[in-house]
């Protein structure tokens, strides 16, 4: 079995990569990619890419960091062209704690997908909302509209959204990520709409260190904890961690358009 964790978080408290991914590899994990949230965040990403052989990276700006980013998008062309960078992310809105004003997400995401757009790489999405409302989502969808429209390529990074929403998202040919959520006792949402993302549009992540699957919910959450997320897809989707592994390694290769060693 071997698993892509598309999407988990380097800090500098993790130590060094190598150190890291000493401490969380396991057997059935293979692949990773850093996602950055801000400018910092990218560059750590990117450092710990560097250093491990199966890791790729991504250099965005979360939305709740938006606020620091109006008008500086350009320090992102840093990343333009480096070794191993596969994504622009994470990106997105977030109006479950709106830490930036919504215009002002609402630019800076378009910003960066002017820039995945340039670099020809694909998009991760952050899209939140308060229960009960579907503002984000909207605006996200009409945004990511047009970004496809443009021929870009995107995730929905941790989708909890509506199987109305699911359904819209994915006639933009969306990529779809599930993380240890669907482990939680009452993400019965999220099982739900498992059963409605195509084989090929389905992707595993773990957001580490936060959203820790069940049973390790409470402690820090690490890409080696992937194969708990995997065992549970599977079992959603009635086939074995061994064919879930095969089918969204695939899918994470397609979307990244890398070749896999």
């Excluded at 977030?94 to 995401?109: A, G, I, L, N």
């Excluded at 909302?129 to 929905?156: M, P, S, T, W």
């Excluded at 909890?160 to 040919?173: M, R």
Aim: with cysteine; proline share 4%; glycine share 6%.
């Amino acid at each position: 079995m071997k698993l892509f964790d598309t999407h988990f978080h380097f800090y500098d408290d993790c130590g060094t990569p190598e150190e890291y991914w000493e401490k969380i590899h396991i057997d059935g994990l293979e692949y990773v990619l850093a996602a950055g949230a801000d400018y910092e965040e990218s560059l750590l990403a990117q450092k710990f890419a560097r250093h491990i052989e199966n890791a790729w990276y991504s250099a965005g700006a979360h939305p709740h960091s938006a606020g620091k980013y109006t008008n500086r998008i350009n320090m992102f062309e840093d990343f333009r062209d480096t070794e191993k960078l596969v994504a622009v992310g994470e990106i997105g809105l977030d109006y479950f704690y709106e830490h930036s004003e919504r215009r002002t997400q609402w630019k800076v995401m378009e910003q960066f997908l002017e820039l995945a757009l340039s670099w020809n790489l694909p998009a991760i999405i952050h899209c939140r909302d308060q229960d009960g409302r579907d503002d984000a989502y909207e605006d996200c969808y009409k945004i990511l509209r047009d970004f496809a429209g443009n021929q870009g390529c995107f995730e929905l990074h941790c989708f909890a959204g509506s199987i109305s929403w699911l359904d819209k998202f994915l006639e933009l040919d969306s990529y779809i990520g599930v993380t240890g959520m669907v482990t939680f006792s009452k993400a019965h949402n999220i099982r739900k709409l498992i059963k409605y993302v195509p084989d090929n549009r389905l992707l595993l992540e773990t957001d580490s260190p936060y959203l820790a699957p069940t049973p390790h919910r409470g402690k820090k959450n690490n890409p080696g904890y992937l194969v708990n997320v995997a065992t549970k897809v599977a079992e959603e989707k009635h086939i074995s961690p061994e064919e879930c592994a095969k089918l969204t390694t695939a899918n994470a290769a397609a979307f990244f358009n890398i070749v896999l060693p």
